[in-house]
């Protein structure tokens, strides 16, 4: 006789059952592993439907209902079933309007997710000054290993509250505090608790409020997180004059890869340490030191340097009001050093024609270039459409692969039709962007029939950004043709036109 069914087997399969007829609902794939419901619209009377399905989702790994705005003030149904997956590893819920009780609410439930390595509660500022019911709930041992809290509101208790939690996450390996504006003055407590935090890669602490007595804060952690790959301490305009003490530190860092000071109000005296310890990190490839007016004159030294550096890739100095001695010093960096691939340099059109000249003939001549970017709107930037075009024709260009030219609204009809008859030397280009800035528009001019003739001759070309051009008619037809009649598969993005 054969056997029947137990009701737990029953169960079992009618819960699956609602499981994968809720995700079909939501547009999405059902699993049994990964829950992703990020931007579904999910409501509160969803919220309770997903709530009851925990139990029938017991191998559950990842669970992400980010970007649901309607969900706020919602979240105890579910976190009160949290014991059923237990095997949860990363939970997202960033910009969902949590309120202080969410984060209550998520805090007990905690203690059910003994494996969780991933809590992203970004971008929910209703946190600020509620953060302590969740920390608290950290147990020690805790194998949280990546932590975001971008852009939360977070207040200087919350620092405080966040500092006094490190201890019981060994394991972290990326935090994330970025655009948090209040909590500066807690950051001096959570740099000192960084030593606990000693397999951190990933740090950033991007527009936090930080001063000089915070950047000396990290220069003494700088000597427990040796693993560290990224530290991005951009966007503190209070920050200067701190790296003069904390820089040496920086040594310790052997496989930072990416270091990021842009707009930190560098001084004279920071960019001089700067450049003692800056040659000495073997691993780094991404440097940013936009948007330092203040060391235009003071740069010189750290690029004559930067050749000592084996893996630089990247180098953006955008608005630093770079002096004709710096200009030289990266030109002959760039003839130097055959691995720089990126260099990102605003002023092009305010440093005169001869300094652009210099820097592009040994930067195209020597290196393959990925990333050109000139935002000026100066008359001026004609001579760059000009001399770009001319360099292409002699061959300089030929192994460029991306060149953003965004945000140059004021080139003319004629600039234009030369520049795009000029392009025909960038045999590897595969993406291009003329996009407009976002507070402009303007009509496409006599040069479209140019572009289009262009894109016939760059055969590599995927990408074309033109955004803010407006369009005719006739014109996007022409672009909306353009890949079936030359069997090309190029995306245009005009988006914004009318």
Request: charge should be neutral; proline fraction near 2%.
């Amino acid at each position: 006789e054969e056997s029947q069914p137990v009701d737990s087997e029953i169960d079992s399969v009618a819960g699956w059952r609602k499981v994968k007829q809720f995700m079909q609902k939501m547009g999405k794939k059902p699993s049994s592993k990964n829950v992703n419901l990020n931007n579904c619209g999910l409501t509160a009377t969803d919220i309770v439907e997903l709530a009851t399905m925990m139990p029938h989702l017991t191998d559950l790994e990842e669970l992400d209902i980010s970007w649901n705005d309607f969900i706020g003030g919602t979240l105890k149904p579910l976190t009160l079933h949290l014991q059923h997956v237990s095997r949860l590893k990363v939970l997202k819920l960033s910009s969902c309007r949590l309120t202080a009780d969410d984060i209550m609410a998520l805090g007990e439930g905690l203690e059910s997710l003994p494996n969780l390595e991933e809590l992203d509660l970004s971008w929910n500022s209703d946190i600020g000054g509620n953060l302590s019911p969740l920390t608290l709930k950290i147990q020690e041992g805790c194998p949280l290993k990546i932590l975001r809290l971008t852009d939360c509101d977070l207040t200087a208790e919350d620092g405080k509250s966040l500092a006094k939690t490190l201890y019981r996450v060994p394991n972290l390996e990326v935090l994330d505090l970025s655009i948090n504006k209040n909590i500066g003055s807690s950051l001096r407590l959570i740099a000192e608790e960084l030593r606990n935090a000693s397999r951190l890669s990933v740090l950033n602490l991007q527009m936090c409020g930080l001063k000089q007595d915070g950047i000396r804060a990290l220069g003494a952690a700088f000597q427990s997180v040796f693993e560290l790959k990224k530290l991005n301490l951009s966007c503190n305009k209070e920050a200067g004059g701190g790296f003069k003490e904390a820089a040496a530190q920086l040594v310790n860092l052997k496989q930072l890869r990416v270091l990021d000071l842009r707009q930190c109000s560098v001084t004279d005296a920071d960019m001089a340490a700067l450049t003692q310890v800056i040659p000495l990190l073997s691993s780094l490839q991404v440097l940013d030191l936009s948007s330092n007016r203040n060391i235009g004159g003071s740069s010189q030294p750290l690029f004559s340097r930067l050749r000592f550096l084996p893996k630089l890739k990247s180098v953006l100095i955008n608005n630093c009001a770079l002096t004709e001695s710096s200009f030289q010093a990266l030109s002959m960096c760039c003839y130097r050093y055959s691995g720089l691939r990126t260099i990102g340099v605003k002023e092009f059109a305010i440093s005169g024609l001869a300094n652009i000249k210099r820097i592009l003939n040994n930067l195209l001549i020597n290196i393959i270039l990925y990333f050109l970017r000139n935002k000026s709107t100066s008359s001026g930037s004609h001579d760059i459409y000009f001399l770009l075009a001319a360099m292409s024709q002699a061959g300089h260009l030929s192994k460029l692969q991306t060149l953003d030219l965004t945000y140059n609204g004021t080139i003319g009809d004629e600039g234009w039709t030369m520049f795009f008859k000029g392009l025909k030397g960038l045999k590897e280009l595969s993406e291009l962007d003329i996009s407009l800035r976002p507070s402009t528009c303007q009509d496409c001019g006599l040069w479209f029939s140019d572009l289009l003739l262009c894109l016939t001759q760059l055969s590599g070309l995927t990408e074309l950004g033109m955004e803010r051009w407006i369009l005719t008619s006739s014109q996007k037809e022409r672009l909306e043709c353009f890949n079936k009649e030359n069997k090309r598969s190029i995306q245009f993005q005009y988006y914004n036109s009318t």
